[in-house]
């Protein structure tokens, strides 16, 4: 990583963020009541989240808006970056042979304290800069996800791996690119004759592989990139996806938004907006057409 940076004592680091040095050694000294922890359950596993609190989290945006964003990432680290989209990532991989998806398990928890303190020495930070950035970016020695600095942290750690991989695959023609833990290889067959070298390369970096979502395909089976379509030579939602909120949205039309949910439909009306304006992210006449559907609702009240 190239040093664009160069933060020698927490004065200077306090004059880029622009907040007091007081405020900082505060926050780290008590960094332990910043965060609360809740369980969510996700495809039926429990999960704890910690959550930093509004003080920590003005605190945090900063160091990801004037330290972390500053360091330019390659075009195939697309994921939780400006500029980077889903679509994009997707684009990198369109009419290929082969497309081979892999996921690192559990990534987040797999960066430690130690890894993020080795990511802001290579930015130029001194140690005991580099120390009260850690302090304040991890939590119970890890990377803690949904906190605004750890998907740019995780991005930076990837960079070693991203060379690695940019060497093999320069070497077989083949297309590679990351979106936060998802992996993507594409290209000729050589593609799943390499799997093991790739998967070899990604344990030796510090991860592990999940052996559930290791998924390798050629062209004439339904090709997938971060859950879009790319066999027809532009990236798309797949058919079910839309063909089922189109369904729910003629419900709703039809029937009532009340017959096709059971939360309450002020949190069902946002999701539904949600997912419109992700399909318009992705194919603009399909998510123009559910938006008219939409239009068409009477939500009452």
Known sequence: ME????????????????????KLEDMVANIKVHYKSRIIIKNKKKRRIDIPDADLKKIQRLINKRILQKINLPDTIQGSKKKGSIKKNAELHLTQKVVGNLDIKDFFPSIT??????????????DIVADMLVKLTTWRGVLPQGVPTSSSIAN?????MDNRFKHLCEIHGLNYSFYV?????????RVEKLKKLFCKIIKQEGFDVNPDKIKFCDKSNR??????VVNSGKANVPKEYYRLLRAILHNCKKF????????????????????????????RNKGSMLLKEFDGIQWGG
């Open 3 to 22: 040093k664009i940076f160069s933060m020698n004592t927490i004065d200077e680091l306090v004059v880029r963020l622009g907040v007091s040095k007081i």
């Open 113 to 126: 304290r130690a890894r993020v303190k080795s990511v802001f020495i290579e930015t130029g930070c001194s």
């Open 156 to 160: 930076l750690t990837l960079l070693n």
């Open 181 to 189: 833990d998802d992996i993507t290889i594409s290209g000729n067959h």
């Open 223 to 228: 090709q997938s990139v971060t859950n879009l």
């Open 256 to 283: 009532g938004p009340s017959t096709q949910t059971q939360t309450d439909l002020q949190t069902f009306r946002r999701s539904l907006i949600g997912k419109i304006n992700y399909v318009l992210t992705i194919n």
